[in-house]
């Protein structure tokens, strides 16, 4: 237990100097650019087939139970709060934690076992700075976005169920989806990902960054990365809907 | 022991523990500027610490080590990247940063601490990377490179700020005889041009007698012998005159 709230303690510190540091010159632009491909453009295929895929098949099972209760029309709605509110922030967190988030841990942990981070500051290269703060901006700026391409792909495949089943037009599923919709249910959601962003972008960098234990250091950094990461997601994810409800009052369904 | 030069690099009574294993003890052993040691001893009696200790990467439990007039134990923040900056360290393995090109390798130093143009790195870059016969790979990533070419380019990459002192963590450990002998010629024509300080981590001895103007022999963390390779063959300890193979 000790042993917990050291690495937590640990943690806390790394995740804060970033921030700080995030703010200080140089501003590692190229770097962060890098990252934000590496991070974000290379998890799009997967953010948006699991959107698709979750969308479709979630309308499958939630048509025929509204049908029984004759309100197969608010399926569009319930379809689109349940990805903009909950479905596109949470799984896209565990989505990038597990691809990125893995990633990060094992790249840093091996440039930590084959001396590239020694490398970099024998040549008065701050490393923290030139590896870590921009992978954590970028998965804080990566998020979003992601999250944004699951809400709507999500949608897509919503709406090729419900077409398959009901014929329903686009236009009408559209109008539907969004005539109760609310900007409290689009924007507090949304950005709520920044924090899931900054968690899985310190949590994979702290593990990487310091873990210093050859190849099998490698594996259990990736690991550690990916479980704690989710972990913490998910945890966060039910604080921060407690906190959008106590500032957005009208957004609590 | 030295040639009436200030010391380069001095050790004073260092110690460095890990948990419970104590790998340097107390020692004590110094360069002159210009001149060329070479570190021996059996494996895990603390060489390629001691490097680490000299560049900060890693900081000893007790003593100084001393560059120019700056205790390095104490340097932090800018005094610490200053001092770093008079030291070109090529490591066991190059440590070439994997994700980025040759060229990228050698040039970062450069863009990141210097107020080069991008055409003078460019100029830089490149014959940097004829010196050391590999000006037609700048573009390749360091996983296509040879254990040798990887090394030549480690280090070109430790000479690209003009370090006064270079340090060479077994810079012929795992190639060939003629390899290893190009890259301490290198060496020794760098030492040769621009009177660059040696400290180089080996266990080939036949390098290290081609190299040192003078030798410290380690073991079990302790220093055993220093001198030259003459004094180190006549050595009282037995471990000192094996390890340099004059009881062969």
């Known amino acids: 237990m000790t042993n917990v709230f050291e690495i937590a303690g640990k943690v806390s510190l790394f995740g804060f100097r970033a921030a700080i540091d995030s703010f200080r010159r140089p501003f590692e632009g190229a770097q962060i650019v890098r990252q934000l491909g590496e991070i974000g453009s290379k998890s799009l295929p997967l953010v948006i087939a699991s959107g698709f895929a979750l969308g479709a098949v979630m309308t499958f099972h939630t048509h025929s139970t509204l049908v029984m209760f004759g309100a197969s029309a608010i399926s569009p709605a319930v379809q689109a709060l349940a990805f903009f509110l909950e479905i596109g922030p949470l799984v896209t967190g565990l989505l990038v934690a597990g691809r990125a988030g893995s990633g990060i841990g094992a790249v840093l942990a091996d440039m930590r076992a084959t001396e590239q981070i020694d490398g970099m500051e024998s040549l008065s290269i701050d490393s923290f700075k030139f590896l870590v703060v921009p992978r954590i901006i970028a998965c804080t700026l990566a998020l979003p976005v992601l999250t944004l391409f699951m809400d709507f792909s999500g949608l897509a495949g919503g709406f090729l169920s419900e077409f398959a089943t009901s014929r329903l037009s686009l236009q009408l599923y559209i109008f539907r989806a969004f005539s109760n919709f609310q900007w409290t249910n689009f924007w507090p959601p949304t950005l709520k990902t920044c924090v899931f962003g900054f968690t899985i972008g310190t949590i994979s960098s702290f593990f990487g960054y310091t873990i210093n234990e050859g190849a099998q250091g490698v594996g259990k950094a990736a690991t550690s990365s990916v479980v704690v990461s989710s972990l913490l997601i998910i945890l966060l994810d039910v604080m921060l809907i407690k906190v959008i409800f106590f500032i957005f009052p009208e957004s609590a369904l | ?248």
């Open chain 2, 1 to 248: 022991m030295t040639n009436g030069h200030a010391p380069a690099v001095a050790f004073d009574q260092v110690s460095k523990s890990f948990g419970s294993k104590h790998v340097l003890s107390d020692v004590s052993w110094n360069v002159p500027v210009g001149e060329a040691v070479c570190i021996l001893g059996r494996s895990g009696t603390g060489k390629s610490v001691t490097l680490k200790l000299i560049i900060a990467l890693l900081k000893p439990d007790q003593g100084s080590i001393w560059i120019d007039q700056d205790d390095v134990t104490h340097l932090e923040g800018p005094r610490l990247s200053a001092m770093r900056r008079k030291i070109g360290y090529l490591f066991q393995d190059a440590a070439l940063f994997d994700s980025l090109t040759l060229y990228e390798n050698l040039a970062v130093p450069l863009a990141r601490l210097t107020q080069k143009s991008p055409g003078e790195i460019d100029y830089v870059v490149d014959r940097a990377l004829g010196q050391v016969g590999l000006a037609g790979d700048k573009a390749k990533m360091p996983s296509e490179l040879s254990g040798g070419m990887r090394k030549r380019a480690g280090l070109a990459r430790a000479l690209m700020l003009e370090p006064r002192i270079l340090l060479a963590d077994e810079p012929s450990s795992g190639l060939d005889r003629i390899t290893a002998s190009e890259i301490d010629d290198l060496l020794l024509q760098r030492k040769a041009e621009h009177k660059t300080t040696l400290i180089v981590v080996t266990h080939d001895v036949h390098g290290a007698r081609r190299v040192a103007d003078r030798l410290v022999v380690l073991d079990r963390g302790k220093l055993i012998a220093q001198g030259t390779v003459a004094e180190v063959e006549q050595s009282e300890n037995e471990v000192a005159r094996n390890l340099i193979g004059s009881n062969a």
